[in-house]
């Protein structure tokens, strides 16, 4: 018999007057994998917080099965201690074997003194199931790290020296090592190469137990879920569809074409009764003030009893309309509000673009990159891949002139205007606010620049919040505004698509596939690079091959 691992009842959050979740429903069950979708800032973090027990909802209540069930919640900022190291952040996820001895030993000993004190019997249990559990973890650290490539890592390292991909799989480690029943986890993919991709891939779709992942990558989904929730913005409801993203994606547009089948025969359907109840109405009129006043007193009564039963008629109609307009009615299907880019058109690059000769990149006694020979035509869509820590962001860095390469040249061509987005948005001042960084780069009055903003949602309040407190997704938000403002020709984007929902990253592939100019970005999205890209650089250290992927197509 199958049991939810997960079940939510009837779950509410606002903060302030703005609703954020609102009656929430919903189950997981063993061998569920989850998708969880919808827009940024809709309430899908908020949800797995409160879920985890990090923040509490307004009404509502969820419940585990079994009540000490082993949950594991990785959030999309990666928490670590500031001191952690890759040795005590392991210890801590896989279990301190002495320490929890030692805890199992003086509850035996506050037991033996009140043995009927059920909620320390309680805590009893749970510190013997974790102590069985970091038993059978013990020596499974570094079979974990080796599974995610950083066995090669010193124990000592500290974790804030790590990149963000390599971040992103040491919390994978500790996932492996907590040996959790049900998984949250909220982006998990961002940072990840493509080849941890395909390792996260197949190690979810073969848990066994429970899932719920908060994605925006539509590969990762189709792969790996079996169901999507998905979190409406406007009404704040959930809702579940079977399948994967494409099966969601079939079953949100069958439900549009009903939606819109159904609201078009509405509109036919009071547009006829409009018609009806007009000529009823008119019918009434002329009865009243017609020939059947001219004396006869019979037809005088029959004729007024008729109009009194037309004009009923008619209310009755309109009765009708109203309903339909009122409870019965049908939306009109809308348009969900999305991010708008459009890149204005730059001053035109002459037709080489970037060359790179005999280059070697990397840091003093550290080579990443050798002998590279590349280069980037006007109008050229670059998508460059390759192994988390290779080099690939050193190789922008060396390009915007940030890093110099140890040996070899790196040229513009003339007239191109460069400009660069960050993988973490580092290039944002942290103490501005959008409207203060937006003028510095513009100087556009503050009508104009609201307006601007507001194209990439970034809209009432969230222009006067320093840069450093926005969320990940308002920061790739308020970063690409800023590319576009300037009016650049060769753009280098480092994995632009971190933290931007669904229908922000189509909104941005269509806005590339529009833009006038030339493009190398690193991405790991593979409907991104198989819609966007012409050519790809496929970095295996120390060396990058190109290929022309149009020609491959």
């Known amino acids: ?33 989850w998708g969880l979708i919808g827009p940024n800032g809709c309430g899908k973090s908020t949800l797995l917080r409160i879920l985890s027990g990090e923040e509490t909802a307004d009404q509502g209540s969820f419940e585990f099965s079994p009540p000490a069930l082993r949950l594991c919640y990785l959030s999309q900022g990666l928490k670590f201690q500031p001191d952690d190291t890759l040795g005590s952040f392991l210890t801590r996820m896989e279990g301190d ?18 043995p009927e004190d059920r909620a320390l019997l309680q805590l009893y249990d749970r510190t013997l199931e974790e102590l069985l559990r970091a038993s059978a973890n013990a020596g499974q650290s570094q079979p974990a790290l080796a599974a995610l490539g950083l066995d090669e890592l010193p124990l000592t390292l500290p974790v804030s020296a790590l990149s963000g991909g390599q971040k992103t799989r040491l919390a994978l480690a500790g996932v492996l090592l907590s040996n959790p029943q049900l998984l949250m986890l909220d982006e998990p993919t961002n940072h990840l190469d493509l080849e941890m991709l395909a390792w996260l891939e197949e190690w979810i779709s073969h848990y066994r137990g429970g899932v719920v992942v908060v994605s925006h990558d539509r590969a990762f989904l189709d792969q790996v879920a079996t169901g999507i929730f998905e979190l409406d913005a406007v009404t704040h409801h959930l809702k579940p569809y079977a399948g994967n993203y ?31 109840a007009a000529h009823v109405r008119g019918l009434a009129k002329f009865r009243k003030g017609g020939k059947a006043d001219s ?9 007024a009893n008729r109009g009194l039963g037309t004009v009923r008629r008619a209310k ?60 980037i035509q006007y109008g050229d869509r670059v998508a460059l891949i390759g192994p988390n820590g290779s080099g690939k962001t050193s190789l922008l860095r060396a390009i915007t002139g940030q890093l110099q390469p140890l040996r070899g040249e790196i040229r513009l061509g003339s007239n191109v205007k460069l400009g660069y987005m960050a993988q973490e948005q580092e290039e944002l001042p942290p103490h501005q606010n959008a409207l203060e960084i937006m003028d510095g780069l513009t100087g556009w009055n503050q009508t104009e620049i ?40 060769f753009l280098l984007l480092d994995e632009p698509l971190n933290h931007l929902d669904i ?10 596939a529009n833009f006038d100019g030339t493009i190398l970005t690193v991405a790991h999205d593979r409907y991104f690079i198989e819609n966007y890209a012409s050519k790809l650089w496929d970095l295996i250290p120390p060396v990058i091959r190109e290929i022309n992927l149009e020609i491959a197509r």
């Open 1 to 33: 018999e199958v049991f939810s691992m997960l079940s939510v009842h009837h779950v509410h959050k606002s903060f302030g007057i703005d609703k954020i979740l609102d009656d929430i429903t919903l189950s997981v069950n063993p061998g569920e994998r």
């Open 97 to 114: 074997v002495p320490a929890l001895e030692t805890q199992l030993g003086q509850l035996a000993e506050r037991l033996a003194v009140v």
């Open 295 to 303: 004396g006869d007193k019979f037809a005088k009564g029959f004729f």
């Open 503 to 512: 229908p922000s990253r189509a909104r941005f592939e269509e806005a590339l």
């Open 316 to 375: 009755n109609i309109e009765a009708r309309i109203d309903k339909l307009l009122t409870t019965d009615r049908v939306n009109k299907p809308g348009r969900s509000w999305q991010m708008k880019i459009e890149f204005s058109k730059g001053m035109q690059s002459a037709r080489h673009v970037l060359a790179i000769e005999d280059a070697d990149i990397g840091y003093p006694g550290n080579l990443l990159l050798k002998d590279l020979n590349l280069h």
């Open 450 to 489: 609201r307006s601007f903003l507001s194209k990439f949602l970034l809209k009432g309040d969230d222009v006067f919040i320093p840069a450093g407190k926005l969320s990940y997704g308002e920061r790739s938000r308020l970063s690409l505004a800023c590319l576009v403002a300037q009016g650049y020709n």
């Open 246 to 276: 494409s099966a969601y994606l079939e079953q949100k547009a069958a439900e549009r074409d009903r939606q819109w089948q159904e609201y078009t025969d509405q509109q036919s359907e009071i547009a006829r009764l409009r018609e009806s």
